[in-house]
Every structure is written in structure tokens, then in C-alpha cells.
């Protein structure tokens, strides 16, 4: 009781030297709301992924060949780009839409050279998320995987496009976190840890236009009519300056054209460098983040000057970046506290942030032998369309498809293809629950052989592996000051032999004392005694 009275008087001096100007009624109200230590609360916000999905999305359409152009005899060959239009968040679902901007090259009825029909296959797909909402930031990308051309009739074509369409989706999230009070009654001890987080902070995206004149590289004969087209963006490199992302990329034309004159078609590879700036909107300048960077084509519009002696193609691609945002940084908290005086409860709040843990990128280089029903006497152009990537039970799968145009040894173009397969051994991945992986294709190689056409093709897989980060703030600290403790019945020195769980902070807590006042009568260094050790620790008086 001797405890509780010297309390009570340190409360009302607080106040005033006269404890008669309160009631007891007054000073009673006064002290419960003192005791309630509600502590500041700091608000960190980051993103939290309510879906990352994907699906293989089919259409089918019909073409009548132009007037303008011949009959159909054979068709050679079918290719395209997937663009994106737009992508919108509904309650449970995420509906992607865009075309296909799809090229048929065939050899016209009577012979002569290939000739190229151009046309938009438009889709729309929907990808069910449960947890997404028309609040929720979408992200998409849409990849050709494959397309198919067959004569119907002389004049009318049937093509069915393959697209690969993956969609992901974020919520505003964020947590809460106590710093520890710098003025608190001196019979209050806190508990502060820190974590390092790595968690999603900014979604942004830029749309941007790419527009040029662009020569044929030297040695290429002139193009008098471009057969078929395409382009794949990519980015290069990226950096932080201030509140921009600076991105740097490039953009891949490929034409295959014929030139006057010539039998035989020809492939030329432009390469347009670009360079944009995407506003941040957290934008502290922290050096410590990383970016996951998608660029999808929006539109797109390639053609040759003009003439029949062009050496230049005029292209304008518009397109999205789409950039996720991580930022690394260390985020202190009150995870306990205690008085010597009152006994006390603590009110903490649970959060799981999501944190990204490590990224690696894999390289492959994939070998195989196309056959051919004739000998190839050289390529025209080479086209990898992605597949799917599958996750197994060591590591993913990569599957994709290759096709070859060519020249035969008689003249005649033609084509090649197959299914190809890359593998990524990624050990320990049966324990992995969030990870992202994404396939990327480099600059193909093709060759002719005896019986074929050898292609390499490199493969990147890179993948993203997060991890939810457990964090229990306190938030506020109710101390019991209708029942102080009785410091006189404890004892005032306690001899403790260390246990191997225990820490400062617990043996502190559990003899009523404090981590200074142990450290002040023992000798050891760091943070915590060893284990075994005996300490003298004293009560707090």
C-alpha cells in the first residue's frame, strides 16, 4: 500500500503542489485516463497482390482476300502482334482486352512472288479474381503464342490466334507502427525491434509514343511491298532520379518484304532506342528499390515510303510501361511493454506484409534441328512464339514454338517449325509459396543444315519470390492503477541462472526490473547474457 500513496501523490503533483483543488472523483477520472497510454501511430502503406493470373485466349475470324490481290494457292505462313486496349478491375474479375494485328503471307494462284494480307482480330477476355474490386490497380500483358491460316476458297481465309494474356491485380494495404514515446512516466518500459521490409510501394505507368523513319541496314536491297510485319518491346535499363523512373528500351521491327526484280523475299531487323520518364508517387528518392518493368504495344503502324526502290520504313508504336515498384528500408515498432508499478495489458494489431525476399534471372540456350521437306538454301526470318510456363515440383517448365521461313535450294519459300521446351531447375521451390516467373526470348539464330534448319534460342526465366513479413505493433499500453503492484513483498535481488531462451528483456520483465538497471550491476557485453551466466538483478524501486 506504501507504493500505491507514493503514486497517488506523484500523480497530483504532476498537476499541482495543492492536491486540494481536485475532488476525489476528479483525480480518480484523471488517473484512469492517464493509464491509458495510447501511443502514436505511424501508417506505412504499400500494395498487397490480390490475384496473378493468366489464360490462353482463342479467336477465330474470317477474311475475303481484296480485290486488289490475286487468288490464293497455298498459304505459307501466318504471324501477328498481340496489342493491348485496355484492362479493367471489376468486382471479382479482371477483363483484358486488345486485337491482333495478323499477318498471311501466300503464294498467289499462277504463281510469282509471296504476297502478305494484314488484318485485326480484336478479343476481349475475362480472368475471375475473387479479392479484386473496381478499386484495385490492374496490370496486364498480352503475348501472341501462336496463329494459324487456312485457305476456306480461292478468295476467304480462316485464322484463329492464340494470345497469351496474364493480369494481376493490387489493393492499397497498410500497417501501423508505434514509435517509442519520447516523453512516457519513467515506470513504463518498452520493447523496440526493427524489421526489414521489401514490400510493393508504387504501381505507375506511362503511356508513350515511338515514331520514326528507319533505313534499311546496309547491303539490303530496296523494299518495294512489305509482306509482313511485327515489333517486340523491351526494356534495357532503369534508374531513379529524384521522383522518375528513367527507363531506357528499345523496340524490334521486323519487316519481311519483297523487293523488284527479285524472287526471293528478305527480312530486316530495326532496332528504334527510346528513352521515357514515369512519375513515381512515392517519391522519397530511397536508392534501395527495385522494378519489375512490362512493356506491352497499344497500336502500331509500320509501312515502306512508297516507292519501288524504298529504303526507308516509316513506323509509330504506341505503347504502355507498366512498372511495380519495390522499396527496401527498415521499420521499427513497440512489440511489448510492461510498468514496474501497475500491472499492464498490451493492444497490438497483426499484419503480414508482403515482402519481396529475392530475384534471380536463369539463362538457357536451346538447340534443336527443324525438319525440312526440302534443303533450305537460306532463312528469310525466324519468330518464337511464347508457350506456357509451368511450375513443377523442382523447377519450371518453359514451353514455346519456333517457326523458320526460307528459301529452298529450287526457290521456292517456305517453312519450318516445332515445339520447343526449356527447363530451370529451381531448388527448394515445393516450399515457395508467391513467386512470379516470367519467360523472356532473345535475338534467335537459325542456320540450314543437311535434313533441317538448326535454331538456338535463348531463354531467360526470371523469377520474383516474396515472403509475408509478420509484424505484431503495439499500439497502446492500459495500465491497472486500481491495483499497483507491491513492490515490498518482492524480492530485492534476484541471483538468476540465464536459461538458453532467455533475454534481457524477459528477465527484466519477469523480476520487475529494468534492461539498464541489469546491465548496471552485472558485467557482460552486448544485448543479451549468455546463457548459463548468473546475474544479480535488482527490482526496480
Same mark, same amino acid.
Given at each position: 500500500?506504501?507504493?500505491?500513496?507514493?503514486?497517488?501523490?506523484?500523480?497530483?503533483?504532476?498537476?499541482?503542489?495543492?492536491?486540494?483543488?481536485?475532488?476525489?472523483?476528479?483525480?480518480?477520472?484523471?488517473?484512469?485516463?492517464?493509464?491509458?497510454?495510447?501511443?502514436?501511430?505511424?501508417?506505412?502503406?504499400?500494395?498487397?497482390?490480390?490475384?496473378?493470373?493468366?489464360?490462353?485466349?482463342?479467336?477465330?475470324?474470317?477474311?475475303?482476300?481484296?480485290?486488289?490481290?490475286?487468288?490464293?494457292?497455298?498459304?505459307?505462313?501466318?504471324?501477328?502482334?498481340?496489342?493491348?486496349?485496355?484492362?479493367?478491375?471489376?468486382?471479382?474479375?479482371?477483363?483484358?482486352?486488345?486485337?491482333?494485328?495478323?499477318?498471311?503471307?501466300?503464294?498467289?494462284?499462277?504463281?510469282?512472288?509471296?504476297?502478305?494480307?494484314?488484318?485485326?482480330?480484336?478479343?476481349?477476355?475475362?480472368?475471375?479474381?475473387?479479392?479484386?474490386?473496381?478499386?484495385?490497380?490492374?496490370?496486364?500483358?498480352?503475348?501472341?503464342?501462336?496463329?494459324?491460316?487456312?485457305?476456306?476458297?480461292?478468295?476467304?481465309?480462316?485464322?484463329?490466334?492464340?494470345?497469351?494474356?496474364?493480369?494481376?491485380?493490387?489493393?492499397?494495404?497498410?500497417?501501423?507502427?508505434?514509435?517509442?514515446?519520447?516523453?512516457?512516466?519513467?515506470?513504463?518500459?518498452?520493447?523496440?525491434?526493427?524489421?526489414?521490409?521489401?514490400?510493393?510501394?508504387?504501381?505507375?505507368?506511362?503511356?508513350?509514343?515511338?515514331?520514326?523513319?528507319?533505313?534499311?541496314?546496309?547491303?539490303?536491297? !530496296?523494299?518495294? @511491298?512489305? =509482306?509482313?510485319?511485327?515489333? &517486340?518491346? #523491351? $526494356?534495357?535499363?532503369?534508374? +531513379?532520379?529524384?521522383?522518375?523512373?528513367?527507363?531506357?528500351?528499345?523496340?524490334?521491327?521486323?519487316?519481311?518484304?519483297?523487293?523488284?526484280?527479285?524472287?526471293?523475299?528478305?527480312?530486316?531487323?530495326?532496332?528504334?532506342?527510346?528513352?521515357?520518364?514515369?512519375?513515381?508517387?512515392?517519391?522519397?528518392?530511397?536508392?534501395?528499390?527495385?522494378?519489375?518493368?512490362?512493356?506491352? !504495344?497499344?497500336? @502500331?503502324? =509500320?509501312?515502306?515510303?512508297? &516507292?519501288? #526502290? $524504298?529504303?526507308?520504313?516509316? +513506323?509509330?508504336?504506341?505503347?504502355?510501361?507498366?512498372?511495380?515498384?519495390?522499396?527496401?528500408?527498415?521499420?521499427?515498432?513497440?512489440?511489448?511493454?510492461?510498468?514496474?508499478?501497475?500491472?499492464?495489458?498490451?493492444?497490438?494489431?497483426?499484419?503480414?506484409?508482403?515482402?519481396?525476399?529475392?530475384?534471380?534471372?536463369?539463362?538457357?540456350?536451346?538447340?534443336?534441328?527443324?525438319?525440312?521437306?526440302?534443303?533450305?538454301?537460306?532463312?528469310?526470318?525466324?519468330?518464337?512464339?511464347?508457350?506456357?510456363? +509451368?511450375?513443377?515440383?523442382?523447377?519450371?517448365?518453359?514451353?514455346?514454338?519456333?517457326?523458320?521461313?526460307?528459301?529452298?535450294?529450287?526457290?521456292?519459300?517456305?517453312?519450318?517449325?516445332?515445339?520447343?521446351?526449356?527447363?530451370?531447375?529451381?531448388?527448394?521451390?515445393?516450399?515457395?509459396?508467391?513467386?512470379?516467373?516470367?519467360?523472356?526470348?532473345?535475338?534467335?539464330?537459325?542456320?540450314?543444315?543437311?535434313?533441317?534448319?538448326?535454331?538456338?534460342?535463348?531463354?531467360?526465366?526470371?523469377?520474383? +519470390?516474396?515472403?509475408?513479413?509478420?509484424?505484431?505493433?503495439?499500439?497502446?499500453?492500459?495500465?491497472?492503477?486500481?491495483?499497483?503492484?507491491?513492490?515490498?513483498?518482492?524480492?530485492?535481488?534476484?541471483?538468476?541462472?540465464?536459461?538458453?531462451?532467455?533475454?534481457?528483456?524477459?528477465?527484466?520483465?519477469?523480476?520487475?526490473?529494468?534492461?539498464?538497471?541489469?546491465?548496471?550491476?552485472?558485467?557482460?557485453?552486448?544485448?543479451?547474457?549468455?546463457?548459463?551466466?548468473?546475474?544479480?538483478?535488482?527490482?526496480?524501486?
Amino acid at each position: 500500500m506504501q507504493s500505491a500513496s507514493v503514486s497517488s501523490a506523484k500523480l497530483v503533483f504532476y498537476f499541482s503542489s495543492d492536491a486540494n483543488m481536485f475532488n476525489q472523483t476528479h483525480l480518480h477520472l484523471w488517473r484512469r485516463k492517464y493509464m491509458e497510454l495510447t501511443l502514436k501511430r505511424n501508417n506505412i502503406p504499400f500494395y498487397r497482390k490480390q490475384a496473378d493470373s493468366g489464360v490462353t485466349h482463342e479467336e477465330t475470324m474470317e477474311m475475303i482476300v481484296p480485290d486488289s490481290l490475286p487468288d490464293i494457292q497455298d498459304v505459307l505462313d501466318a504471324d501477328g502482334t498481340a496489342v493491348l486496349r485496355s484492362k479493367e478491375c471489376d468486382n471479382g474479375k479482371i477483363t483484358v482486352s486488345g486485337f491482333v494485328r495478323a499477318n498471311v503471307v501466300y503464294t498467289p494462284d499462277g504463281g510469282g512472288i509471296a504476297r502478305g494480307l494484314n488484318t485485326q482480330i480484336p478479343f476481349t477476355t475475362t480472368i475471375d479474381a475473387a479479392e479484386v474490386t473496381p478499386e484495385s490497380k490492374a496490370l496486364a500483358n498480352t503475348e501472341l503464342s501462336g496463329i494459324e491460316a487456312r485457305a476456306l476458297n480461292s478468295r476467304k481465309l480462316s485464322i484463329r490466334a492464340f494470345v497469351n494474356v496474364s493480369a494481376s491485380a493490387y489493393n492499397e494495404g497498410k500497417f501501423s507502427r508505434s514509435p517509442t514515446p519520447e516523453d512516457c512516466q519513467e515506470d513504463v518500459e518498452f520493447l523496440t525491434e526493427i524489421c526489414e521490409l521489401n514490400p510493393v510501394t508504387d504501381i505507375s505507368e506511362k503511356a508513350f509514343t515511338i515514331s520514326d523513319e528507319l533505313s534499311l541496314p546496309a547491303g539490303k536491297p !530496296p523494299i518495294s @511491298l512489305i =509482306i509482313k510485319s511485327g515489333v &517486340s518491346l #523491351s $526494356a534495357d535499363e532503369y534508374r +531513379v532520379a529524384g521522383s522518375k523512373l528513367i527507363l531506357k528500351g528499345s523496340a524490334n521491327v521486323l519487316i519481311v518484304y519483297a523487293s523488284m526484280g527479285m524472287s526471293e523475299l528478305n527480312s530486316a531487323n530495326l532496332i528504334v532506342p527510346f528513352s521515357e520518364v514515369i512519375d513515381l508517387s512515392d517519391n522519397d528518392g530511397a536508392e534501395y528499390k527495385t522494378f519489375d518493368v512490362s512493356l506491352a !504495344p497499344t497500336g @502500331l503502324y =509500320i509501312q515502306e515510303s512508297g &516507292s519501288d #526502290s $524504298a529504303t526507308t520504313v516509316s +513506323v509509330e508504336i504506341t505503347a504502355v510501361a507498366q512498372a511495380v515498384v519495390c522499396k527496401k528500408f527498415e521499420a521499427s515498432y513497440i512489440s511489448d511493454a510492461y510498468s514496474t508499478a501497475y500491472d499492464a495489458d498490451c493492444a497490438s494489431e497483426e499484419h503480414y506484409v508482403p515482402s519481396l525476399e529475392s530475384e534471380q534471372t536463369f539463362k538457357e540456350t536451346v538447340r534443336e534441328t527443324l525438319p525440312t521437306a526440302v534443303n533450305a538454301r537460306s532463312i528469310v526470318c525466324t519468330r518464337v512464339f511464347p508457350g506456357e510456363t +509451368v511450375r513443377g515440383a523442382d523447377g519450371y517448365g518453359v514451353a514455346f514454338k519456333v517457326t523458320v521461313t526460307y528459301c529452298s535450294e529450287d526457290g521456292r519459300t517456305m517453312t519450318a517449325s516445332g515445339k520447343l521446351n526449356a527447363f530451370f531447375a529451381y531448388p527448394g521451390l515445393p516450399y515457395i509459396n508467391d513467386i512470379r516467373a516470367t519467360a523472356s526470348f532473345g535475338e534467335p539464330f537459325a542456320a540450314p543444315v543437311a535434313g533441317g534448319i538448326e535454331v538456338r534460342i535463348p531463354v531467360e526465366l526470371h523469377t520474383r +519470390v516474396f515472403k509475408n513479413v509478420h509484424i505484431n505493433p503495439v499500439y497502446s499500453v492500459n495500465l491497472n492503477d486500481e491495483m499497483p503492484k507491491d513492490s515490498a513483498k518482492l524480492p530485492s535481488i534476484v541471483l538468476c541462472r540465464v536459461g538458453s531462451d532467455d533475454t534481457l528483456w524477459n528477465l527484466a520483465k519477469r523480476y520487475n526490473s529494468t534492461r539498464e538497471l541489469i546491465h548496471l550491476t552485472n558485467e557482460f557485453e552486448g544485448d543479451t547474457p549468455d546463457p548459463g551466466s548468473l546475474l544479480v538483478i535488482a527490482k526496480k524501486r
